[in-house]
């Protein structure tokens, strides 16, 4: 009993917890939805981001896990001085690409 127990809170502080945080500059950029090619925006290149999805038997939660690997990509950004990112396609096994846009003025 005492196992399950040490299992259930293990699991539940294990999908809570964040471990990626947001870097200087990058709360500034923007996240695009998925689609089409902003209009007006100038592409800077692509970053591939990627977190733990699980740790050993347990599975993070899947929108905790999307949630940091946004942080990621947007902590990437100011350095191909882009102002904004959009993602290629969901996460896969913990790692998702996203397209770096710089959009000044808009």
């Not at 970053?47 to 939660?61: I, M, P």
């Amino acid at each position: 009993m005492r196992i399950a127990t040490s299992l259930v809170l293990a699991s539940l502080l294990v999908s809570g917890c964040t471990w990626v945080h947001m870097a200087p500059g990058a709360s500034a950029v923007r996240v695009l939805g998925a689609g089409a090619a902003p209009a007006g925006c100038e592409k800077r290149g692509d970053v591939e981001v990627s977190v733990k999805d699980r740790l050993g038997f347990f599975e993070r939660n899947d929108l905790r896990v999307r949630e940091e690997l946004e942080t990621l990509a947007r902590n990437e950004a100011p350095g191909l001085q882009a102002d904004a990112v959009q993602p290629l396609g969901p996460p896969d096994d913990g790692t998702q690409r996203f397209a770096a846009w710089r959009c000044a003025g808009r």
